[in-house]
């Protein structure tokens, strides 16, 4: 099982969104069991964006309640994590392939007992989903973050194309970083992107010299919209068969070239596990 942060060194890089949208790709492209969280809820962003699908599997969610992270925190300290605990107290998105686990405000204000619970949930969930992508809250300074970074496989780092951005993750890592990050394998995601930029990524990488890999979301009108509509899902479903004359062309393929790198990252065989068109 993978297990994968995301994380920002400062608010406003959007990362849940960029969260959301690899989630919701993999979801939809890949056979592999996928949970999506933001463990620290704040405003609910990762539950709204995906409001319109469970709205349509989990009707009587917001009635019964008794799911999501608090639920499993309690069953963790009660020893009584077992392998499919995480998959029951989650919310579905994709049949067999993606689940969303709601998340806890109550460690917007955590204690150690709590985030040592999480820490347990997601390492039982690790006994039935194939991978793991969290949100966690930007910062260094966050105790749920860098707990989360430290217990994680991969660490994707989103920035964008503010130069003040850039310079701080290029230029003064080490001042900026978590310790957990320093020694942890990670990839470089420019969220919001735009191709036509000043700032491209092939300039980016010449001026910083930096040589590995950076990925992007570009920024996309239509992908906005349904995310504001809680409808990411319909986005990816209404977009799948599209042609490159299409405007959200360019948009799905630096998506999947971005979720496919995260895949191998991780040790999973995209081309086993891809689905295939029309199926």
């Known amino acids: 099982m993978g297990k994968i942060a995301f994380w920002g060194m400062q608010h406003g890089l959007g990362v849940t969104s960029a969260t959301a949208a690899l989630a919701a790709f993999i979801g939809f492209e890949y056979d592999v069991r996928t949970l999506v969280s933001q463990p620290q809820r704040t405003d609910g962003d990762m539950e709204r964006f995906f409001n319109k699908t469970i709205s349509q599997y989990n009707r009587q969610f917001f009635a019964i309640g008794g799911l999501g992270l608090d639920s499993l925190e309690r069953v963790a300290?009660?020893?009584k994590l077992e392998r499919d605990s995480v998959k029951n107290y989650t919310l579905m998105v994709e049949r067999n392939r993606l689940d969303l686990l709601w998340g806890s405000e109550k460690l917007n204000r955590p204690h150690e007992g709590s985030i040592d619970a999480v820490n347990m949930v997601f390492r039982m969930a690790a006994e039935y989903y194939g991978i793991s992508l969290l949100d966690a809250r930007s910062g260094n300074e966050n105790k749920?973050?860098?707990?989360?970074?430290?217990?994680s496989?991969?660490?994707i780092?989103?920035?964008?194309?503010?130069?003040?951005?850039?310079?701080?993750?290029?230029?003064?890592q080490q001042n900026h970083w978590p310790d957990a990050l320093q020694q942890k394998p990670h990839l470089l995601l420019m969220t919001q992107y735009d191709p036509v930029s000043k700032y491209k990524i092939k300039n980016i990488a010449n001026k910083y010299k930096y040589k590995l890999p950076i990925l992007t979301i570009p920024y996309n009108t239509s992908f906005k919209d349904h995310m504001n509509d809680g409808d990411i899902k319909g986005f990816f479903a209404r977009n799948r068969y599209i042609n490159k004359n299409n405007e959200n062309?360019?948009?799905?393929?630096e998506v999947g070239r971005a979720a496919k790198t995260i895949l191998h990252e991780i040790g999973i065989n995209t081309k086993l596990k891809r689905i295939e068109r029309g199926s």
């Open 157 to 172: 780092i989103c920035v964008n194309q503010n130069v003040g951005v850039l310079d701080k993750y290029f230029d003064a």
């Open 153 to 155: 496989d991969l660490v």
């Open 249 to 253: 062309y360019y948009f799905i393929q």
């Open 77 to 79: 300290k009660s020893s």
């Open 144 to 151: 749920v973050s860098n707990s989360l970074i430290e217990e």
